[in-house]
């Protein structure tokens, strides 16, 4: 098992900048990769940003410019470092870490981020 734990976000200004933090615990050699996630209210959840176990990292065209993942000296911590916010950046947003194979899939609890206009 891989415990997830997050922090960071809370309340931005529009164009305003915050950074999440993410720190696996437990059966981290098990890792492959490690991403963010989102779900804004009456929506699915949607991938941020995902970084693999060679660093290599992938962002969907809706953050990518504005949003870096990155890790610490730590490697069982990973950062996502958020820009240039929009209102429409509000969401609940999740650090996941996949196994070796996908087999599984590892969830934290979450942390809002609100992006006031």
């Known amino acids: 098992q891989v415990q997830l734990v997050e922090s960071g976000g809370g309340l931005v200004q529009a164009g305003g900048s915050t950074r999440l933090s993410c720190t696996a615990s437990?059966?981290?050699?098990?890792?492959?990769?490690m991403g963010w996630y989102r779900q804004a209210p009456g929506k699915q959840r949607e991938l941020v940003a995902t970084?693999?176990?060679?660093?290599?990292?992938n962002y969907p065209d809706s953050v990518k410019g504005r949003f870096t993942i990155f890790r610490g000296n730590a490697k069982n911590t990973v950062y996502l470092q958020m820009s240039s916010l929009k209102p429409e950046d509000t969401a609940v947003y999740y650090c996941?870490?996949?196994?070796?194979?996908?087999?599984?899939?590892?969830w934290g609890q979450g942390t809002q981020v609100t992006v006031s206009s």
């Open positions: 437990g059966m981290i050699f098990s890792i492959d990769s």
């Open positions: 970084i693999t176990s060679r660093d290599s990292t």
């Open positions: 996941a870490a996949r196994s070796f194979g996908g087999a599984d899939v590892f």
